[in-house]
């Protein structure tokens, strides 16, 4: 069994956010209340000052922040779907951030240095602008956001890395695009970076990702199996870099093991590198199913 134990800044138990205030329903339609004040973006990134400036920069720019409000406006308020905002986007670099200086801590390379002779910092901004911007698309429409996003992205993304070489942005540009489109249900992740952001986007699955469907009345499968994960924590592994341990609290959690980690995982590139377990610690039913192991 893998030490699991915090031994980094970065090692850390990902928390379930709650970042909207939702009334009871009182004979109408639920209503999402803006959170009380903006959220401001934040990656453990002291060792790195070139990504830090980036987010300096991310934080710093009001249309960025427009665009995740009219995200949230369509998936939260029009779509009853979960957040796909701020909140979402944070937790996901976040985790991206994590499985990348996991890989790279047992040698694995980063396409972006082995195909492009940039350094494992830069490496970092790919993972982390493409896990921020993943999800632009969103504020168009549902339908076929990942293709909306690159869009959005590319422009964005020209403001928040300038000052780089041309040669150099553009590669970042390159890079942080594929990551986004591939991240789609059909992607086809073709860098280690791409893999890492398509992983991380599945990873935001503790029960405060389900809690706005979950708590207006929608009822499905999507909504109670990620109502059933309460935790995911994410550290060095034994015989390979990653253990991903999922803590469920009842067995309807494994549609989100089964139904969407694992297709997000397989093809990624980096599943030879990752363990999932999964567990069920609820007493309230029957337990179908008490540990699941991906590996």
Not at 16 to 44: H, T
Not at 168 to 186: K, P, Q, V, Y
Not at 189 to 195: M, R, V, Y
């Amino acid at each position: 069994m893998a030490n699991n134990q915090p031994n980094s800044d970065s090692d850390q138990m990902i928390p379930a956010p709650e970042p909207f205030a939702i009334p009871a329903p009182a004979g109408g339609p639920v209503e999402v209340s803006e959170p009380p004040q903006r959220i401001l973006i934040q990656v453990p990134a002291r060792h790195n000052p070139a990504l830090q400036d980036v987010i300096d920069r991310v934080n710093a720019d009001e249309d960025l922040y427009a665009i995740w409000r009219c995200a949230n406006v369509n998936a939260v308020d029009r779509l009853g779907m979960s957040d796909h905002g701020p909140v979402h986007v944070q937790i996901v670099a976040n985790i991206g951030l994590r499985l990348l200086r996991l890989l790279v801590a047992r040698d694995i390379v980063p396409s972006a240095v082995a195909n492009h002779q940039l350094s494992v910092d830069e490496a970092e901004i790919i993972v982390v602008l493409a896990c921020l911007l993943h999800d632009l698309g969103m504020s168009i429409h549902r339908d076929d956001h990942e293709r909306f996003s690159i869009f959005l992205a590319h422009d964005k993304l020209k403001e928040l890395l300038a000052g780089y070489p041309p040669t150099t942005r553009r590669i970042l540009i390159s890079e942080i695009l594929h990551a986004i489109i591939a991240h789609r249900a059909d992607g086809r992740p073709l860098t280690l970076e791409a893999g890492v952001v398509r992983v991380a986007d599945a990873l935001d699955m503790a029960k405060g990702r389900s809690r706005i469907p979950f708590e207006a009345g929608q009822v499905n499968i999507h909504s109670v199996s990620a109502a059933a994960i309460d935790r995911v924590t994410i550290g060095p592994g034994v015989d390979r870099p990653i253990l991903i341990q999922i803590f469920m609290n009842n067995s309807a959690g494994i549609f989100q093991l089964d139904g969407l980690l694992k297709e997000k995982l397989k093809g990624s590139g980096i599943e030879p590198y990752v363990v999932v377990e999964a567990m069920s610690e609820g007493e309230s039913e029957k337990r179908l199913v008490t540990a699941l192991k991906l590996a």
